[in-house]
C-alpha cells in the first residue's frame, strides 16, 4: 500500500501561482507513476498531471500544458504541481495517486491509491 498526503491548496486569484506537494509513504518503490487529478464541484474526476517515479516522463492535460508543471523529488519521495496563471475554471480539490501497475495512464481509473484531497479554489 502506499499512502498519500497531499497539501499546498488555497483560495487564490486568477492569475496567482500555487504549488501543491504529494508525500508519499509505505511501499513506494511498487509505485510506477504518480499523478494530479481533480474534480470541480458536479463534475467528474479528471486527469491533470502525471510522472514516472523513474525516469521522469511527465504527461499532462491539454488544459493545463503550459501552466502546470509535475515533478518529483525521489529523496524525499514527494511529488509536486506547481501552477501558474491560475483560472476560475481550475477551481476543484485536487487528488495525489499513484499508480502501482506497470505502463503509464491518463485517466482516473489508471490509479491505485488515493489521497484525501486538497482544495483550490481560484477567484476572479
Known amino acids: 500500500q502506499v499512502q498519500l498526503v497531499e497539501s499546498g491548496g488555497g483560495l487564490v486569484q486568477a492569475g496567482d501561482s500555487l504549488r501543491l506537494s504529494c508525500a508519499a509513504s509505505?511501499?513506494?518503490?511498487?509505485?510506477?507513476?504518480m499523478g494530479w487529478l481533480r474534480q470541480a464541484p458536479g463534475k467528474e474526476r479528471e486527469f491533470v498531471a502525471s510522472?514516472?517515479?523513474?525516469?521522469?516522463?511527465?504527461y499532462y492535460a491539454d488544459s493545463v500544458k503550459g501552466r502546470f508543471t509535475i515533478s518529483r523529488d525521489n529523496a524525499k519521495n514527494t511529488v509536486y504541481l506547481q501552477m501558474n496563471s491560475l483560472k476560475p475554471e481550475d477551481t476543484a480539490v485536487y487528488y495525489c495517486?499513484?499508480?502501482?501497475?506497470?505502463?503509464?495512464?491518463?485517466?482516473?481509473?489508471?490509479?491505485?491509491?488515493w489521497g484525501q484531497g486538497t482544495q483550490v479554489t481560484v477567484s476572479s
Open positions: 495517486a499513484a499508480r502501482v501497475r506497470p505502463g503509464t495512464s491518463t485517466s482516473v481509473t489508471g490509479f491505485d491509491s
Open positions: 509505505g511501499r513506494t518503490f511498487s509505485s510506477y507513476l
Open positions: 510522472i514516472r517515479w523513474s525516469g521522469g516522463s511527465t
